[in-house]
């Protein structure tokens, strides 16, 4: 049973930074990508940032290029967002997914808050 947990979420004023986290368990493919992705109330869940397990390529949203950094710890099954001059329009639900060429798997969500 694939797993993930998302945790690091908060509340920040404009400018500050946040480190989310993904811990994540039961992918058994060797090749898969973990993303972020954020939901605000009233619509859909658009990415924000994705990294391949197999060659480390990286994508970025327009909207975090710059500001944001994914990295990972593919041998700790951990996946990390650096969010860095955070804006109020980044406030959202922050889910973790695993896609695999079967799947694409969700965790539960972690609030960021960005006041200005």
């Known amino acids: 049973e694939v797993q993930l947990v998302e945790s690091g979420g908060g509340l920040v004023q404009a400018g500050g930074s946040l480190r989310l986290s993904c811990a994540f368990s039961?992918?058994?493919?060797?090749?898969?990508?973990i993303g972020w992705f954020r939901q605000v109330p009233g619509e859909e869940r658009e990415e924000v940032s994705c990294?391949?397990?197999?060659?480390?390529?990286?994508y970025y949203a327009e909207s975090a290029k710059g500001r944001f950094t994914i990295s990972s710890d593919f041998a700790k099954n951990a996946v990390y967002l650096q969010m860095n001059s955070l804006k109020p329009e980044d406030t959202g639900v922050y889910y973790c997914?695993?896609?695999?060429?079967?799947?694409?798997?969700w965790g539960q969500g972690t609030q960021v808050t960005v006041s200005s």
């Open positions: 990294i391949s397990r197999s060659d480390g390529f990286t």
């Open positions: 997914n695993a896609a695999t060429i079967i799947s694409g798997y």
């Open positions: 039961g992918v058994t493919f060797d090749d898969y990508a």
